[in-house]
């Protein structure tokens, strides 16, 4: 619940941010809680309807997806008054299906910190 109620603070630096973002998911780590991980995600990325996967192979593609969302939510979660035109930005052209959100947390944290 730590790391869904987190926001940033208004005067709060981005990378202080950052820092308490990360501390929070790898508490969520450890726990085994995991966020946008599942295996119908990871098939839908590699090929529709693939169904025979080696186990490695879901597990790297899970990893990514888990990444991917991960990235979203620290995007959602900095602060909305600073960083809006960023966020509408990425977010008009994943609607244009130009896919050029970052994908991990360190690219959402270059972006945002200019």
């Known amino acids: 619940m730590n790391l869904a109620n987190l926001q940033q ?4 630096d981005i990378k202080e941010f950052r820092g308490q ?5 790898k508490v969520c780590d450890r726990l085994e809680l995991h966020i946008g991980r599942c295996e ?4 839908a990325v590699l ?5 025979n996967l080696i186990e490695k192979e879901l597990t790297k593609v899970r990893d990514q997806v888990e ?5 979203i939510i620290f995007s959602y979660k900095a602060d ?8 509408k ?3 008009h052209e994943m609607f244009q299906h130009k896919d050029l959100f970052p994908k991990s947390i360190a690219d ?6 200019g």
């Open 21 to 25: 973002y990360m501390a929070k998911s």
């Open 80 to 87: 909305r008054q600073r960083y809006s035109m960023l966020i």
């Open 89 to 91: 930005e990425s977010e």
């Open 40 to 43: 119908s995600d990871a098939k």
């Open 67 to 71: 990444e991917e969302n991960s990235s």
């Open 108 to 113: 959402v944290f270059m972006v945002l910190a």
């Open 47 to 51: 090929k529709k309807g693939v169904t």
């Open 9 to 12: 603070d208004h005067f709060q």
